[in-house]
């Protein structure tokens, strides 16, 4: 029973409107699969969020070092699943798409999506509040060797 509401805007509408790929999203990241949200993205809106967070690093660890840990309950509960709302608007004729996103740690983490239809996929332009709002200071990578200035290095994992 996941509550949707398709708003559509503009003229014309998609052949496959992307309620199934917001939830997807949501899916992938709650459970900590990065990798398959990772695949959902759109590469130049990626590339375009590193720089302007000034890293260099892969989409996963961008989205883990991102998402609240809270955000991250599907390892715990997969019955959060059943629960998230996802509001679709389509414009430019069905090609862009803004989801508004909530009722789940993730999905409310993430609060607004963009997504781009092009050549028969939808791909991630906009990845959530939580990804975008994140402070580039938690994102700057650990520098090896040298003096950590008090602070313990990670373990590699």
Avoid at 51 to 56: D, F, L
Avoid at 117 to 141: D, M, Q, Y
Wanted: glycine fraction near 8%; aromatic fraction near 4%; charge should be positive.
């Amino acid at each position: 029973m996941v509550a949707v509401t398709l708003a559509l805007s503009a003229c014309g509408t998609a052949a496959n409107p992307p309620i199934d790929i917001v939830q997807n999203y949501l899916n992938a990241l709650g459970a900590g699969d990065y990798a398959t949200a990772c695949g959902m993205v759109d590469a130049q809106a990626l590339d375009a969020l590193q720089r302007a967070k000034h890293v260099r690093i892969s989409c996963a660890k961008l989205f883990r070092r991102c998402l609240p840990n809270r955000s991250i309950v599907l390892k715990r509960d997969q019955t959060q699943l059943l629960y998230a709302n996802i509001d679709v608007t389509l414009s430019d004729h069905g090609r862009i798409a803004d989801a508004d996103t909530s009722a789940t740690a993730v999905a409310t983490e993430l609060k607004h999506v963009t997504l781009k239809h092009e050549n028969g996929v939808w791909k991630f332009t906009g990845f959530g509040r939580a990804i975008v709002a994140c402070r580039a200071s938690v994102l700057r990578p650990r520098h090896h060797g040298g003096h950590q200035h008090g602070h313990r290095a990670r373990p590699s994992r």
